[in-house]
């Protein structure tokens, strides 16, 4: 017999025993890194955000869990919901909280339903799911979502959950021995500006590099930290991570990267990273200087460099940006599913989401027209 229990924090399931259900080693989902948005204040009811972790016991053994969230906003998601949100509460309903299944502030593919690997995992991602659909009927909400769903776990979710996709740019590592070797499968206008682009950065004194993050000091994490404040500032945005989380960063050891351009000391412009054993992932960037192509010279380059030399497989850059399509990045699909409690609701927007799916072909149809590799290398 299974038991779904849920929890108001991740430390009150066992660090061992959540990290062994991950089908990999992707960073977003360890125990660690969910306990430490949680303890450094990134995690909190007043921004929107309140563990609601989900745990499947046969007794006392936690055999398959999910990070969980109520949200009381949309803010951090990713999967963007707003006009739902908007469209219910003009009919008189309160369209949070809502329960969201998803990494906080990271839009992040990968494993949401943590079941292990042997034969039972097909069986209890689906109680897993179950648990999340009953849960929102019972508290009385308005919807459950669950955010960039990796393939295999896609079968767990019945014709009630409405399906949503979407596209980000990552890059694939085919074998190549140097970052010279990825350049040559480029189509030649690409390879020119790319080279263009990384002798005006070379040419403008900023001395530039990866760290790990347990060579980094408390004043670089300082520095870091306020780069990417800035950057938040600078659009309008809330900075949600806090200084404590970029403190605590160090701690996680060289699952951690920072590309950075320095003067002497002084950290002039930084990109964040996170790895796994066979992925890089890029989270964020800041700068206190303009200097033309130094965006892309480190949330980029230097990221594929990393991948090249570490013998990665694939480097997800982040959300959004047409821009990584001519620097190497291809269109990959991200997909997201979402339960609507009322059935009228939820007709709606699936009627709404056909429509979105079409769209979205066509998007990526008229993407394939601009793939930036040599045809050889498609």
């Known amino acids: 017999m299974l038991a779904a229990r849920f929890h108001p924090a991740i430390a009150a399931l066992p660090a061992a025993t959540w990290d062994a259900l991950r089908p990999g080693a992707n960073p977003f989902v360890s125990h660690a890194f969910l306990h430490t948005l949680e303890r450094t204040g990134c995690i909190r009811p007043d921004w929107g955000w309140q563990p609601h972790h989900l745990g499947l016991y046969e007794g006392e053994r936690l055999v398959a869990a999910a990070p969980l969230y109520l949200k009381g906003n949309s803010h951090g998601e990713f999967v963007f919901d707003w006009s739902w949100a908007s469209a219910w509460e003009r009919a008189g309903g309160d369209y949070y909280p809502k329960l969201l299944n998803a990494v906080p502030y990271s839009p992040v593919p990968g494993p ?52 949503r996709s979407d596209v980000q740019f990552h890059w694939h590592n085919r074998g190549y021995g140097d970052f010279d070797q990825f350049l040559a499968a480029l189509k030649p206008r690409k390879r020119k500006n790319i080279r263009q682009e990384r002798a005006r950065v070379h040419a403008c004194g900023l001395a530039t590099g990866m760290r790990g993050g347990s060579s980094l000091d408390a004043d670089a994490w300082r520095q870091i930290y306020a780069l990417y404040a800035a950057t938040f500032d600078a659009k309008g945005n809330h900075a949600a991570l806090t200084p404590a989380f970029f403190d605590a960063l160090g701690g996680m050891g060289d699952a951690v990267q920072v590309a950075c351009a320095v003067d002497g000391e002084r950290i002039e412009a930084m990109a964040l990273f996170l790895q796994s054993d066979t992925t890089l992932y890029g989270r964020y960037w800041g700068a206190r200087v303009d200097v033309p192509g130094l965006h892309f010279e480190l949330c980029y380059y230097r990221g594929i460099e990393h991948a090249i030399a570490r013998g990665l497989t694939r480097f997800e850059p982040g959300a959004q940006g047409e821009h990584k399509l001519a620097r190497g990045f291809v269109p990959v699909s991200t997909h997201s599913r979402h339960y609507l409690a009322h059935p009228q609701f939820r007709r709606a927007v699936r009627e709404a989401l056909i429509h979105e799916a079409q769209a979205m072909d066509e998007y990526v149809a008229e993407l394939a027209t601009h793939a930036p590799y040599a045809e050889a290398c498609r």
């Open 112 to 163: 949401r339903l943590l079941a292990g690997t042997d034969e039972r995992a097909p069986r209890l991602r689906q109680a897993l799911v179950e648990a999340i659909r009953a849960e929102t009927d019972r508290l009385g909400l308005s919807s459950a979502h669950v955010n960039f769903l990796p393939d295999a776990e896609l079968e767990a979710f019945g014709d009630e959950w409405l399906a």
